[in-house]
T-cell receptor
Framework: KQEVTQIPAALSVPEGENLVLNCSFT??????LQWFRQDPGKGLTSLLL?????REQTSGRLNASLDKSSGRSTLYIAASQPGDSATYLC??????????????FGRGTQLTVWP | EAGVTQFPSHSVIEKGQTVTLRCDPI?????LYWYRRVMGKEIKFLLH????????ESGMPNNRFLAERTGGTYSTLKVQPAELEDSGVYFC????????????FGPGTRLTVL
C-alpha cells in the first residue's frame, strides 16, 4: 500500500527565503506525482504535475523534482512571498494495478511566509 | 471555463440523519473522483467514476455511503445514516480521459455530524 510522507509538517520563514518542501513515497511504481496548494477553506489548486519519466517541472518560482527510484520529490520555492502562505500537498498516482485513477496524498506542509 | 463545483459548501447535521453532497465536474471530463479528509489525517480516496460507471470504489468506508453519477454528468454522494466519524471535508475532482490525466479539484463540502 502506497504511503506518502511530507516533511516538514509546518514551516515559518521570512519573506525572500528560498524553500524546499519534501515528499517521500514508499512504492516507486508511480505513474506521476502532483503538487497542490490549499488555501484555508478553499479547494486544492494544482501547481505542478511530473510524469514518472520526468526529472523536474518548473512553473514561475516553483520547481519540482522527482527521483522515482528513491521515492522522493522536492518542491523548491524561490524568493518566497507572503502570498505563498498555504498548505502544500504532494500526491502520487500508482503506475500499476486496478487503482490507476486514485491519488495518494501526504498530510501536507503548512507554510507561513511573514513580511 | 468553469471549474469543479460542489454543493453545499457546508452542512451540519445530526447523527442518524441523511445528507447528500453534489459535484459538478468540468464539462467534458469523463473521470470523476471523490475524496475525503478527516481532521488530522491525509486526504483519502473514496471512489472513481468513468462516465456513469464506477471504476474503483474500494475507498468507500462502508455501505452507509452511496455514490451515483447519472448520465455521466454530475455526481451525488449520499451518507445514510450519518455517524460522528463521517465529519470531514469531502472533495470532488475531475479529469479528462485518459484516466491518468491531471486531476482538478473542487472547493470541497465541509460536513459536520453532531
Amino acid at each position: 500500500k502506497q504511503e506518502v510522507t511530507q516533511i516538514p509538517a509546518a514551516l515559518s520563514v521570512p519573506e525572500g527565503e528560498n524553500l524546499v518542501l519534501n515528499c517521500s513515497f514508499t512504492d516507486s511504481a508511480i505513474y506521476n506525482l502532483q503538487w497542490f496548494r490549499q488555501d484555508p477553506g478553499k479547494g486544492l489548486t494544482s501547481l505542478l504535475l511530473i510524469q514518472s519519466s520526468q526529472r523536474e517541472q518548473t512553473s514561475g518560482r516553483l520547481n519540482a523534482s522527482l527521483d522515482k527510484s528513491s521515492g522522493r520529490s522536492t518542491l523548491y520555492i524561490a524568493a518566497s512571498q507572503p502570498g505563498d502562505s498555504a498548505t502544500y500537498l504532494c500526491a502520487v498516482r500508482p503506475g500499476r494495478g486496478s487503482t490507476l485513477g486514485r491519488l495518494y496524498f501526504g498530510r501536507g506542509t503548512q507554510l507561513t511566509v511573514w513580511p | 471555463e468553469a471549474g469543479v463545483t460542489q454543493f453545499p459548501s457546508h452542512s451540519v447535521i445530526e447523527k442518524g440523519q441523511t445528507v447528500t453532497l453534489r459535484c459538478d465536474p468540468i464539462s467534458g471530463h469523463d473521470n470523476l473522483y471523490w475524496y475525503r479528509r478527516v481532521m488530522g489525517k491525509e486526504i483519502k480516496f473514496l471512489l472513481h467514476f468513468v462516465k456513469e460507471s464506477k471504476q474503483d470504489e474500494s475507498g468507500m468506508p462502508n455501505n452507509r455511503f452511496l455514490a451515483e453519477r447519472t448520465g455521466g454528468t454530475y455526481s451525488t454522494l449520499k451518507v445514510q445514516p450519518a455517524e460522528l466519524e463521517d465529519s470531514g471535508v469531502y472533495f470532488c475532482a475531475s479529469s479528462q480521459s485518459p484516466t491518468y490525466g491531471e486531476q482538478f479539484f473542487g472547493p470541497g463540502t465541509r460536513l459536520t455530524v453532531l
